[in-house]
């Protein structure tokens, strides 16, 4: 077990370019989150999948975010036309979900530093 | 609705010293609340939770947390500090019994250590 990984761990972009970042959880987790974190502040949440079904999206993803985890594996998360305010760490995180899963230990990958120029 | 508070964004101590680094929730259904640390360029890792059991959890690194719902507080507390415990730590709720189950974080604790 190697642990969730993340790739790029790092991408400089120009604005208005698009990016896809990819996250692989660990094997056995059905579950995978995508958090955003900017400088000085705690992860907010952005998208929930449980298996390769997107359960949950929050207000924070704009039209011009989208993911995908095909198969319920990997997960990818693309940003279309960047923006400067999209410069930020982007986590993944997944969880091995049982029955109500507000007590999951979440396991988390060390992120993709993304900066928009 | 839920949310955290870290109170202090910078809390710095002596090697050896007590370390105490404050969290206050809201929730409007039973917590789960968790304490992460997170090292430079790295994730996040689980130090502890608290799911409604023990009100006293312990947790990896030395680490434990009081949860005492009169005061809606999380305190993370570790009787000697060490050097390698310079870190950022984020304090986190989620809801039980049909709460939001996606965590909100709070804004992070930054432990600066010195000799």
């Known amino acids: 077990d190697t642990g969730v990984s993340q790739n790029p761990r790092h991408k400089i972009t120009k604005r208005g370019q698009n990016v896809t970042f990819r996250c692989d959880p660990i094997s056995e987790h059905n579950r995978l989150y995508w958090y955003r974190q900017t400088l000085g502040q705690g992860p907010e949440f952005l998208t929930y999948?449980?298996?390769?079904?997107?359960?949950?999206k929050s207000r924070l993803l704009s039209d011009r975010f989208s993911a995908e985890r095909p198969k319920g594996s990997f997960s990818t998360l693309e940003i279309q036309r960047t923006e400067q305010g999209d410069s930020a760490m982007y986590l993944c995180a997944s969880s091995l979900g049982g029955g109500s899963h507000t007590g999951d230990e979440q396991f988390f990958g060390p992120g993709t530093r993304l900066t928009v120029l | 609705a839920q949310s955290v508070t870290q109170l202090g964004s910078h809390v710095s101590v002596s090697e050896g010293a007590l370390v105490l680094l404050r969290c206050n929730y809201s929730s409007s259904v039973p917590p789960y609340l968790f304490w992460y640390v997170q090292y430079p360029n790295q994730g996040l890792q689980l130090l502890l939770k608290?799911?409604?059991?023990?009100?006293l959890v312990k947790g990896i690194n030395g680490f434990e947390a009081e949860f005492k719902k009169s005061e809606t507080s999380f305190h993370l507390t570790k009787p000697s500090a060490h050097m390698s415990d310079a870190a950022e730590y984020f304090c986190a709720v989620s809801g039980a019994s049909g709460g939001s189950y996606i965590p909100t974080f709070g804004r992070g604790t930054s432990l600066i250590v010195h000799p």
């Open positions: 608290y799911t409604s059991a023990a009100t």
């Open positions: 999948f449980q298996n390769e079904a997107q359960l949950e």
